[in-house]
């Protein structure tokens, strides 16, 4: 079970870096710092979005407008942050 416990932990830490890269590379590409028509900018843009969407798109439909300021990757770091946590206190402590 712990074994478990510690797989799900890891699969969150994976996902944490996934939408930050996600949030950092919106950027880049709003600011046209990367070059957009390059194939392999395009696939990175293509498999963060995809990883990241079905996540983030309910949690912008739920929050209102912010005239620009999208909010919703801090919402999901922070219910990883607490699932992590969970997981790591009370889970495994009924485990152990």
């Known amino acids: 079970m712990i074994a478990l416990i510690q797989t799900l932990v890891l699969a969150l830490d994976i996902y944490w870096w996934i939408i ?3 949030a950092i590379f919106s950027w880049l590409y709003a600011f046209n710092v990367v070059n957009s028509r390059n194939q392999f900018v395009g696939a990175i843009g293509n498999f963060l979005f995809r990883a990241t969407e079905p996540v983030l ?3 912008r439909r ?3 407008d912010l ?3 999208d909010i919703s990757p ?3 770091l922070l219910i990883i942050f607490f699932l992590r946590q969970f997981l790591l206190t009370t889970v495994l402590q009924l485990v152990i």
Do not use: Q, S
């Open 74 to 76: 801090i919402i999901v």
């Open 62 to 64: 739920i929050l209102p």
């Open 20 to 22: 930050i890269g996600a």
């Open 67 to 69: 005239g620009g300021i």
């Open 57 to 59: 798109g309910p949690i």
